[in-house]
């Protein structure tokens, strides 16, 4: 069995089916690309994967290091090291960033928990890393942050949380490419063996930086065609109609 | 508020009973009489009273805020020594409110103190310790009945100018039967450099059912007073009713903070006042977490060019509870400036009500105003309203009003649950930030007692 496994995963939200039979195996260490045009269902599938409690499993199975995890809490699959990083982060005003990522992470690693100091140390080098100010440790989660800023932030949350299973959502929309790299290079820092990824892309353009071993092109809630990083490059040139038209 | 030589010798006395005073439940011209009597006060604060009492007589109950039909005038006691309201035995004091304690990590002593089972506290030392600090430079911190003693002459000149006892039913009732309180006197020029507060919990207790609290600050003086604490204080007493009266002279700055966590059986009926003269400044911080109903508006009567007012609120109301509270901002003189800021959070069948009052008479030129009211409700079930007023008979102001009520989103929760935090822990996270901005003013000890109260509070309403 594959270190994560999606099997015949069917979800749906109120009665509107969305996924309808995804099947994804992705091996310890590998990076997963899943592309599709807008409305497919990828978003989707990152969130059922997390866990949000607007969606409903209706059959299939998803399993992480072995474990089904299709009941379990976001915060319980978050726990066992899975990770999501938003395409639309949620705002909380007053809550200030590293006051967050501390509770978070001794949360996740209640056996080795951190003071604030040796938390503000690591912060600081992940925030050097991505060339964010160490100012912002005192703002506001996601409190008036522009779009590029979000991103950067959920990065700096992966860097620091270090979880085993980190799936990127839409991660490069909204960035310019300048940013873009900043990114990129932030998450090709924290691949290795034992780190897993799942990239979420409308466009090809972020593969070029963060390179899939396997690439996935979901329509309509299906996994329609697997393949190497060659599978990306046809996308580019041709679009996605004609792995509508061969449905 | 802090417990004076004489009272704390008198309730160390071994043989208190001879100094119980047998109050009858209810109110009579007879009562308020004797309470003058027992206090040996000079005859006109008697003449106050009995006035004051005649006011009450007439006076109705406000027709708007809380439903106060439930209070029985009749079934209170109106003037008790400190000795009887003491031994209560452990085992009455309810097991919510023990747990509580046991969760903030309050100290045993303290526990019993704060709820009522324990007369004596070792605040003395505390208190002639402030007092050594303030040393020479004429700052005045006394209780309010020995105040009345020590410094007549002040006391008669500024009583019940800033609230007259005809200002609302329970002032009236205040000035006819007020015990305790705190008088704070800080002559000019004198900035008191750490806040008058005798020990954060324990003063508390201290306070009473009808404290009266008057502060002078002389021009160019500044002032920090703390009352209150964050821990639960219960007692058996079912009507607060204080009066306040800030008087803050040209250039002079006073802080007053306040947070009160009354036992939910407990009506707050509050009536807190400044004025405010040229280029002076006052800033109310005030936190209602307890009570069965809070009616509280601490008010800035901006009367000197320049004066500046501000009221920073923050109310938590759980089930059984209606917090009423808010601001109000007279300027009465032009390039008067305010700030009101309240943020409230309801629970369970809580509500909370923000009510509010910003005038501005013909003629106040170039004044400013800006009211931020933001509620937050934890479910279906909570209930909050808002009643702004505002007054402007000027058009050279500048007046901003905001108001939000605000649920905590499913978004928000997964994505704070996405990274490992459980239902409770996230909700406390956004529950924290949203009072933070008020939180912040508030003085450390408060401030981290608030956010575990806080912690509490949430893992009983989820799940």
Request: proline content about 4%; hydrophobic content about 40%; glycine content about 10%.
């Amino acid at each position: 069995m594959k270190y994560f496994e999606v099997k015949n995963l069917e979800a749906a939200a109120g009665k509107k089916h969305i996924l309808k039979g995804i099947n994804l195996s992705v091996g310890t260490g590998e990076i997963h690309a899943v592309m599709g045009p807008n409305g497919s269902g990828k978003s989707t599938l990152a969130s059922v994967i997390m866990g949000h409690p607007g969606f409903t499993i209706t059959r299939g199975s998803i399993r992480f290091s072995g474990k089904l995890i299709n009941s379990l809490d976001p915060d319980e699959r978050a726990r066992l090291g899975i990770f999501l990083s938003f395409q639309y982060p949620s705002e909380v005003a007053g809550l200030s960033i590293e006051h967050f990522l501390r509770t978070a992470y001794n949360a996740i690693y209640h056996t080795k928990q951190l003071s604030v100091l040796e938390f503000h140390e690591r912060f600081i080098v992940a925030a050097n890393s991505l060339k964010l100010r160490h100012d912002l440790a005192e703002r506001g989660l996601n409190d008036g942050f522009s779009g590029g800023e979000k991103k950067k932030l959920e990065i700096l949350q992966l860097a620091l949380l270090q979880p085993k299973l980190a799936i990127l959502d839409e991660t490069d929309s909204g960035l310019d490419i300048d940013a873009l790299k900043t990114v990129a290079s932030g998450v090709n820092r924290l691949r290795g063996e034992s780190r897993t990824f799942i990239v979420i892309t409308h466009y090809i353009r972020i593969l070029k930086f963060i390179r899939p071993d396997r690439v996935h092109v979901m329509i309509d809630g299906r996994i329609v065609k697997s393949g190497g990083r060659e599978l990306a490059q046809q996308v580019e040139k041709r679009g996605y109609d004609w792995l509508k038209k061969k449905e | 508020m802090p417990t004076t030589a004489s009272k704390q010798e008198m309730l160390t006395r071994p043989d208190p009973m001879s100094y119980v005073f047998k109050a009858k439940k209810g109110l009579s011209e007879q009562v308020v009489r004797e309470i003058s009597h027992m206090k040996g006060e000079p005859s006109w604060m008697l003449d106050v009273r009995l006035r004051a009492y005649q006011t009450f007589l007439k006076k109705k109950n406000p027709a708007w805020g809380g439903d106060l039909s439930t209070i029985k005038f009749d079934d209170i006691y109106y003037y008790m020594k400190p000795v009887e309201k003491v031994f209560q035995s452990w085992g009455d004091v309810p097991p919510a409110i023990r747990t509580t304690y046991r969760r903030l990590g309050i100290p045993q002593a303290e526990q019993k103190y704060l709820s009522g089972v324990m007369a004596q506290y070792e605040s003395e030392a505390v208190y002639h310790n402030l007092k050594d600090r303030m040393g020479k430079s004429g700052v005045i911190f006394e209780d309010m009945d020995t105040a009345l003693k020590k410094y007549p002459e002040i006391i008669k000149k500024y009583f019940g100018r800033v609230i007259p006892a005809g200002d609302n039913k329970f002032a009236a009732l205040n000035t006819g039967v007020w015990s305790g309180g705190s008088f704070v006197y800080v002559p000019a020029g004198v900035k008191v450099e750490f806040p008058l507060q005798a020990y954060f919990r324990i003063n508390a207790r201290n306070a009473g059912q009808f404290e009266r609290t008057l502060i002078i600050a002389e021009p160019g003086s500044f002032v920090h007073y703390v009352e209150g604490c964050t821990a639960p204080v219960y007692t058996t007493d079912s009507l607060h009713s204080a009066v306040v009266e800030i008087i803050v002279k040209p250039g002079a700055r006073v802080r007053y903070t306040t947070v009160q966590n009354w036992s939910k059986n407990v009506y707050n009926l509050v009536t807190k006042r400044s004025f405010v003269y040229e280029e002076g400044v006052m800033e109310w911080v005030d936190g209602n977490l307890g009570s069965k109903l809070t009616m509280k508006y601490p008010s800035v009567y901006l009367l000197g060019r320049k004066a500046h007012g501000e009221v920073l609120s923050i109310a938590l109301a759980g089930a059984g509870q209606h917090q009423d509270a808010g601001g109000k901002a007279i300027h009465g003189a032009p390039e008067t400036t305010s700030r009101i800021i309240s943020k409230s959070i309801a629970k369970e069948t809580g509500r909370t009500s923000y009510r509010g009052l910003v005038r501005v008479p013909r003629g106040m030129t170039g004044v400013k105003s800006n009211v931020v009211c933001d509620a937050l409700l934890l479910d279906e079930r909570s209930r909050s309203d808002t009643y702004p007023t505002m007054d402007i008979k000027e058009s050279d102001v500048q007046i901003g009003h905001e108001a939000s009520v605000g649920k905590i989103g499913e978004e928000q929760m997964f994505y704070l649950r996405s990274r490992g935090l459980s239902e409770p822990e996230a909700m406390n996270l956004i529950v924290s930030g949203f009072i933070e901005p008020i939180a912040k003013e508030l003085p450390l000890e408060y401030a981290v007692e608030l956010n575990r109260l806080i912690q509490l509070e949430m893992e009983g309403s989820v799940g």
